[in-house]
């Protein structure tokens, strides 16, 4: 067995977490032979909820887990990380503005970008969750220089799940029967899912989507809200929202960085946009279809997109666009 890894979540004492420690611990992430530091970070009231899940996580009696340390201060927290898994954020309170809800944000994710900055390896790899995720991603990875800006991503693996279950649903296959759907831009209600690339088995012939499900009004039409609205359909449901299926995508997510992307097939996730890509705004932490090879990343460039996705890209460009220069007013 290799030496121990660390891998900090954030947000440890919440309902994510809850389910994502587990997957984690038991193996399931970063390998069933590689031993596992766990570091739980949430903030001082919940401590005691934090000590909780540290006696769960005992109890639990895993052979990987070698240490779980909780804790609510980032010197701690962030100290050799060779993963973070950033899911802590500023909930939404009533009432809250998006302005100000982006500002609280922003204080939390700068400061965490610069502890890892100060405490984490060079190497370590980010993946932020916390919403809005690309632009705290965004803040984290500029509050913290001397890492690689290739080393940050964010979460919109729950979205293409649910894109990629949507149509296996419709067709009537398992959802591993579709491959290579794509979301682009934000993880918000302007995430263009786009299936214009996916591939379905069927009765063990691969074809497209379209020639698949054999309804493009469906496709072009209540996927699309569907997938986009997923999230708020389930708080209205649960009173809570999505942390099962959030933690298995951040499984997926984490996962795939580490062991790379199956061979011929692509996924969804919110990396750094350099301006040659599709003609997204260069700066932004925009979801792109990305193929992944030891540890390392690279968006699947070429693929043809038509005026109807060109459109929806662009939107939910311009709001990342607008999100981040909020978000910058207030880094200072
Ligand atoms: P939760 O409210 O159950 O837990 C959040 C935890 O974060 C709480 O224990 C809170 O005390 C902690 N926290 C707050 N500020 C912190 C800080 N500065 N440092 C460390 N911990 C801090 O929320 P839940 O359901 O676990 O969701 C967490 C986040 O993930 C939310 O922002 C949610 O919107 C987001 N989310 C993102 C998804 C994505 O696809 N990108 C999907 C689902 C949720």
Known sequence: MSDPI???????????????????????????????????????????????????LQDCALPLLREVIPTDKEEVAFKDLDAAILVGSMPRKEGMERKDLLKANVKIFKSQGAALDKY???????????????????????????????????????????????????????????????????????????????????????????????????LKGDFISTVQQRGAAVIKARKLSSAMSAAKAISDHMRDIWFGTPEGEFISMGVISDGNAYGIPSDLIYSFPVVIKNKTWNIVDGLAINDFSRGKMDATAKELVEERDTALEFIA
């Open 120 to 218: 984490a390896k060079k190497t370590v790899k980010v993946l932020v969750v916390g919403n809005p995720a690309n632009t705290n991603c965004l803040i984290a990875s500029k509050s913290a220089p001397s890492i690689p800006k290739e080393n940050f991503s964010c979460l919109t693996r729950l979205d293409h799940n649910r894109a990629r279950s949507q149509v296996a649903i419709r067709v009537g296959v398992p959802a591993d029967n579709v491959k290579d759907v794509i979301i682009w831009g934000n993880h918000s209600s302007t995430q263009y899912p786009d299936v214009h690339h996916a591939k379905v088995k069927v009765q063990g012939k691969e074809i497209g989507a379209y020639e698949a499900v054999k309804d493009d009004g469906w």
């Open 6 to 56: 660390r891998v900090l979540v954030t947000g440890a004492a919440g309902q994510i977490a809850y389910s994502l420690l587990y997957n984690i611990a038991k193996g399931d992430v970063f390998g069933k032979d590689q031993p596992l530091v766990l570091v739980l970070l949430d903030i001082t009231p919940m401590l005691p909820v934090l000590d909780g899940v540290f006696m769960e």
